[in-house]
């Protein structure tokens, strides 16, 4: 499908935009006095907190595209740890499996039952197979653990690359960025050794692989100033304040990538945008609630809100 014959799914995404909640909504929902209230007020916005829905709509515009898969790789190598700890402890995958994803767990399990990873997309049959012999050999699962995450990073920014989308490549960018500095940070924090560091980052174009180790192996306070000499020199701030303030930071500069695309008429852009959008909505429902449940008061949950898509 070229750029030109996006234009129809593009022009339905726009109107889906609306559907998306405001700050006005936010607020009044921050407002409200109890979790049965705020379960009202959602019911009534009919807000959902669904993200297959949203991306089996994505599909059904755009079937195939390769583009927008890389949207869920996360889910994929989440999904790839979930099922190798659950086979290897004698549980149930199903009741860690996470959708929406590109592999569905019959082949996950069917992978990792026969050792076929080539059953696997080529993306993530590698790690697979490397995974499983680091779990079953070293029993380590916090090292296993470790190589899935930095690997799928690795895959997202060789996809997004390989499709030569400018957009998904800086998807990739950030999600990597915010990835290894959040690693490097708690390695400095936890003492992990070099080993550990070499697995558990992943590296990019704008943050070196090298540097940032050797930044987290002299301790935390070198780590700042390390990324403070970097284009991301406010995670350094970030950081400082609290892990939390960081974490903010990071799911706001992925709704001001979002936003970019806001102003494309064709492309996949927008549509992988109102995906980005619909997963920082959940993610500030989620934060409601859970601090409604927790009786915090107004200023601490607006405090805690990500930026909003509209």
């Not at 079937?63 to 149930?92: Q, T, W």
């Not at 699962?141 to 190589?147: A, C, V």
């Not at 003492?191 to 590296?203: D, I, W, Y």
């Amino acid at each position: 499908m070229s750029n030109t014959e996006y234009a129809s799914a593009v022009a339905a995404i726009k109107a889906m935009e609306s559907t998306l909640l405001s700050r006005n909504d936010i607020e009044q929902l921050i407002n409200t006095s109890t979790l049965n209230e705020l379960k009202t007020l959602l019911e009534s916005k009919a807000a959902s907190d669904d993200l297959n829905e949203v991306w089996d709509m994505l599909s059904a515009y755009a079937p195939d595209c390769e583009e927008l898969k890389i949207l869920l790789y996360r889910n994929d190598f989440h999904n790839l740890k979930a099922v190798l700890k659950a086979m290897l402890s004698g549980r149930d995958p199903a009741h860690y499996y996470i959708a929406p994803s590109n592999v569905p767990l019959e082949t996950l399990v069917s992978a990792f039952s026969s050792k076929e990873f080539d059953l696997l997309p080529k993306y993530m049959a590698e790690t697979a197979e490397k995974a499983y012999e680091t779990a079953t050999l070293t029993l380590d699962g916090q090292l296993s653990d470790s190589y899935i995450d930095s690997a799928a990073l690795a895959a997202m920014q060789k996809s997004a690359d390989e499709t030569g989308n400018a957009f998904m490549q800086k998807f990739a960018q950030l999600i990597t960025v915010c990835a290894d500095i959040k690693t490097a940070y708690r390695c400095s924090v936890m003492n992990k050794s070099r080993q550990f560091l070499e697995t558990a980052v992943c590296g990019s174009r704008e943050l070196d692989k090298e540097s940032l180790i050797r930044a987290a192996l002299a301790g935390t306070d070198p780590l700042l100033s390390f990324l403070e000499g970097t284009v991301y020199k406010e995670t350094a701030e970030m950081l400082k304040e609290s892990p939390a303030q960081f974490e903010k930071w990071c799911d706001d500069v992925m709704i001001d990538h979002a936003e970019s695309a806001r102003v494309m008429a064709f492309g996949i852009e927008p549509l992988a945008a109102y995906y980005i959008a619909k997963e920082a909505e959940i993610k500030n429902l989620r934060i409601l609630k859970v601090c409604k449940e927790c009786g915090a008061d107004r200023e601490t949950i607006t405090e805690r809100m990500r930026k909003l898509y509209v």
